[in-house]
Nanobody, 115 residues
Framework: QVQLVESGGGSVQPGGSLRLSCTAS??????MGWYRQAPGNERELVAT???????NYGDSVKGRFTLSRDNAKNTVYLEMNSLKPEDTAVYYC???????????WGQGTQVTVSS
């Protein structure tokens, strides 16, 4: 059974930093990463990373967020710097299984950027 366990959300002031982690279990995963959804908005790409370490970032986070991955631990880490109020959203971990190419989502973790 595939499970995604997220950690690291919380509240921070503008300009601050947070680190999100997501550990997947129950399969071998190809692409992993994070999406986010703010109230009234559609879910959008934050960043994804392949097993080989190739990354893809959403335009709004480029240069501020960094996604890394530990394949041995099936874990991805999202370093979020220079946070802005518009980064406030529920952040969802994403993972795609290597063989069946099925998509899985975490339950979401709240990130709030406010003074």
């Amino acid at each position: 059974q595939v499970q995604l366990v997220e950690s690291g959300g919380g509240s921070v002031q503008p300009g601050g930093s947070l680190r999100l982690s997501c550990t997947a279990s129950g399969s071998i995963f190809s692409t992993m990463g994070w999406y986010r959804q703010a109230p009234g908005n559609e879910r959008e790409l934050v960043a994804t990373i392949t097993r080989a370490g190739s990354t893809n970032y959403g335009d709004s986070v480029k240069g501020r967020f960094t996604l890394s991955r530990d394949n041995a631990k099936n874990t991805v880490y999202l370093e979020m710097n220079s946070l802005k109020p518009e980064d406030t959203a529920v952040y969802y971990c994403y993972a795609q299984t290597l063989i069946s190419r099925r998509d899985y989502w975490g339950q979401g973790t709240q990130v709030t950027v406010s003074s």
